[in-house]
């Protein structure tokens, strides 16, 4: 059974940093690409990052692309976040995504870890 | 940027059909996938590839693309289908692909 589980959310200051991790289990994790999805309270699912099996391919969407990078390492089946210069904006679930095998789209998803920024 | 519209909601009588949209510029040649989240909840595949199930998906949900319009259709829709659902592409001529839609509540009366 493939199990997502983040980790690291938590309270912090606007223009803090902070990581959030992604324990992968049940797959062979080394063999597929990986992204973060994240989704304000109340609101809609923004994709965030992307990042393929070798980390050579990496995309981020405009509102985090400088602030937030993403970084996976397959020996410890565990995909990263690290978020800088965080804003009140950030605030949100962030969700460990899995692309399927065939691509373009999300097979399985983690419960999310809840991010929020302020003061 | 590729951008997915979706109504902010839609309501259907149990037992009845729902549609619900997804539009965005030339869709139709696009993969569409589709996603449900129930409150609380993280959101679940229920269609990819316009058309396709996962296992675990009903053979009640079904998926159709064209032109400017992706549409999801529930039949002999129940309670339990009450929750979000999210259209999204993979737009590959851009730097920051995963596009999603802005959502749609389904409301079973």
């Known amino acids: 059974e493939v199990q997502l589980v983040e980790s690291g959310g938590g309270l912090v200051k606007p223009g803090g940093s902070l990581r959030l991790s992604c324990a992968a289990s049940?797959?062979?994790?080394?063999?597929?690409?990986m992204a973060w999805v994240r989704q304000a309270p109340g609101k809609g699912l923004e994709w965030i990052s992307y990042?393929?099996?070798?980390?050579?391919?990496?995309y981020y969407a405009d509102s985090v692309k400088g602030r937030f990078t993403i970084s996976r390492d397959n020996a410890k089946t565990s995909l990263y976040l690290h978020m800088n210069s965080l804003r009140a904006e950030d605030t949100a679930f962030y969700y460990c995504?899995?692309?399927?095998?065939?691509?373009?789209?999300?097979?399985?998803w983690g419960q999310g870890s809840l991010v929020t920024v302020s003061s | 940027s590729y951008v997915l519209t979706q109504p902010p909601s839609v309501s259907v009588a149990p037992g009845k059909t729902a549609s619900i949209t997804c539009g965005g510029n030339?869709?139709?040649?696009?993969?569409v996938h589709w996603y449900q989240q129930r409150p609380g909840q993280a959101p679940v595949l229920v269609l990819y590839?316009?058309?396709d199930r996962p296992s675990g998906t009903p053979e009640r949900f079904s998926g159709s693309n064209s032109g400017s319009t992706a549409t999801l259709t529930i039949n002999r829709v129940e309670a339990g289908d009450e929750a979000d659902y999210f259209c999204?592409?993979?737009?590959?001529?851009?730097?920051?692909?995963?596009?999603f839609g802005g959502g749609t509540k389904l409301t079973v009366l």
């Open positions: 995504v899995k692309e399927s095998r065939q691509l373009e789209y999300f097979d399985s």
């Open positions: 049940g797959f062979p994790f080394g063999g597929y690409n």
């Open positions: 990042i393929d099996t070798t980390s050579r391919y990496i």
């Open positions: 030339n869709i139709g040649g696009q993969n």
């Open positions: 590839y316009d058309t």
């Open positions: 999204q592409v993979w737009d590959s001529n851009s730097d920051h692909p995963g596009v």
